[in-house]
């Protein structure tokens, strides 16, 4: 593990406490199986974090968590993780303020822990109305880990362009054109975004506003989609790569950045990790090799290829 990656796993960590949490309280480790929307996607998360085995179609307890998470374990700790998940973490989200004042935390469980974090909230949302900015830059910085190992990871020397749809600071198109010189590159945006994209691309990129669903995409023998995809369930995937097929000249292609789940689903875990991320957050998920190629395949493109980078984010390399 690099220190960036290791970075990002401390961020990240809420992620696979929250997994664990969840699991907890939906009975997982109790064997019961409730009905819900997204289920499997939680079990696949957990079996990723080594608390379940897939057996056939089913999911089974490990020996660790059969010891530990199964309520009726002499050993169970099942009830410190609803403690903590109910008690502890929404405590935690004000440590901020604990350190300033010196002074607990209400109990989240109670009616003035509640008015107490509802205020909390509101008074962060009227301080920071940036969020926008927050976001983007979080992105630039994960994206400058990731996005020169994409650039490498096919040869890009035949293309003459390229726009990053979407590309919000343009790391990755700044990434293609320091690996290929000869390449003129651009950043198409929303134009809410578009001034923070220039604020990274000091010129070296022609900035486009614009919507990916509803204006001309700019002219480009090579375009890039950078976690673009895993925000959109199927239905906005298809429609986003028609668009961006139509849009291409013969032999252009598509660049795709998105962390990639094994074929079989058995990882990698900070991939599951994402995954859960975009069900609390969009309306997308993370997705195999396999179902990227299908809905490359599904819009007209004849050729897939699909590589590994060794970092976050793996890159796929579509020809129309």
């Not at 293309?159 to 198409?188: N, Q, W």
């Not at 997308?284 to 050729?303: C, I, N």
Request: hydrophobic letters at 40%; one cysteine or more.
């Amino acid at each position: 593990m690099s220190d960036a990656e290791a970075i990002v796993e401390l961020i990240e960590g809420f992620q696979r406490f929250q997994t664990l949490v969840a699991a907890v309280r939906l009975g997982i480790f109790e064997g019961e199986r409730p009905q819900a929307a997204e289920l499997e996607r939680l079990l696949e998360a957990c079996a990723s974090l080594g608390l379940l085995e897939r057996r056939d179609t089913e999911y089974v307890n490990t020996t660790l968590s059969d010891k530990y998470l199964r309520g009726s374990s002499p050993l169970s700790l099942a009830g410190f993780v609803k403690f903590a998940g109910a008690s502890l973490y929404p405590r935690w989200g004000e440590l901020d303020e604990a350190v300033i004042e010196g002074t607990q935390r209400e109990n989240p469980l109670s009616i003035r822990g509640t008015l107490r974090r509802g205020y909390r909230r509101l008074k962060g949302a009227r301080a920071r109305q940036d969020t926008n900015r927050d976001f983007n830059a979080g992105m630039h910085g994960l994206g400058m880990l990731s996005s020169p190992a994409v650039a490498a990871a096919f040869d890009l020397s035949g293309f003459r362009s390229c726009v990053d749809l979407g590309g919000a600071t343009g790391h990755l198109a700044l990434a293609i054109a320091e690996r290929y010189p000869h390449m003129k590159i651009g950043v198409f945006e929303l134009p809410h975004v578009i001034p923070i994209s220039r604020e990274y691309t000091f010129g070296k990129a022609t900035l486009y506003p614009g919507d990916l669903l509803t204006d001309a995409l700019p002219a480009a023998d090579l375009y890039a989609l950078g976690k673009v995809l895993h925000n959109k369930d199927e239905s906005g995937c298809r429609l986003l790569l028609k668009r961006v097929y139509d849009a291409l000249p013969e032999l252009g292609a598509l660049l795709v950045a998105e962390r990639v789940l094994n074929d079989d689903r058995s990882g990698p875990a900070h991939v599951h990790m994402s995954s859960l991320n975009m069900l609390v957050a969009t309306s997308g998920r993370e997705r195999t090799f396999s179902e990227y190629r299908g809905l490359l395949l599904g819009v007209g493109f004849s050729d897939v290829r699909f590589k590994r980078t060794g970092c976050l984010v793996d890159a796929i390399l579509a020809t129309k």
